[in-house]
């Protein structure tokens, strides 16, 4: 039995072929027992936050790979008076549970690929990809996450009482408005729900998306770092 300390992710696991653990509730002082205790193979996904400098250069010391940085960024919608009604139409009301051909999986799940999967040299493409193509799948099947489409681009989230967290934004076609396009679509159902603030995650590596987000009024928040630890 592995520790309890580490929980198994089963889609993360099955999309890489070998168990993915998340570490919670990290006990730095037994960590090397518990990683010595773990059944092989299998990857250790461990967070800290980025200014955690003395536990980052613990995990090192372990042989965990720093595999990349993440940057939270948030947006604030300014606070409006009543919700503003929501004009009528498929513009204004994100689609629920949706189904997309594996064509169109595929294209989202490739132009990912600053994903911190992707990004972590032993994980081997076909496995990251795996990965990509499960993610986007559960996102765009779940109801509980909104969505809109518009041209070969989507945009997915859910919305948490004021809070709405992006889960996936991706545009095939880069740089011809597709992304601007679907984020006015998301500010703007966000301020017909109240929603005070719009939050997304995304590596420090893909500067494109740092970019977009900066342009449309994100803000960096925190920073947290991801680690993987490799059991053979
Ligand atoms: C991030 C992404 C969704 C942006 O969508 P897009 O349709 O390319 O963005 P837009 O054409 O609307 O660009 C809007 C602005 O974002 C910034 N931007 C977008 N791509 C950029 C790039 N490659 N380099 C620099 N700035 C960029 C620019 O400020 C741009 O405005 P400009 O073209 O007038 O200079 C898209 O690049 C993408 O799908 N990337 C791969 C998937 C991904 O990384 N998603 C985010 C993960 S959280």
Redesign the pocket.
Known sequence: MHSPKFKRHDDLSESLGKDYFLAAQVDFSTLASDLAALPGPCIVDLRLLGEDIDNSRTLLQLGFAKICVLAIFSAELPEAAPAEPAAPGPENSPETAVFRDAAWIERHAH??R?GCFALNPNIPGESWLAVHRNMVEKSLASPRVLKFFQDD?FVSFRVHEDKAVIDF???VN???????ALMARLFAFARTQRVRSIE?V?ECE????C??YQ?NNFRLAQTAVIFHYHKN
């Open positions: 132009n990912l600053l681009g934004f991706s545009a880069r740089r011809q408005g597709t992304g601007s997304v995304t893909n500067i494109p998306a970019l977009f342009k």
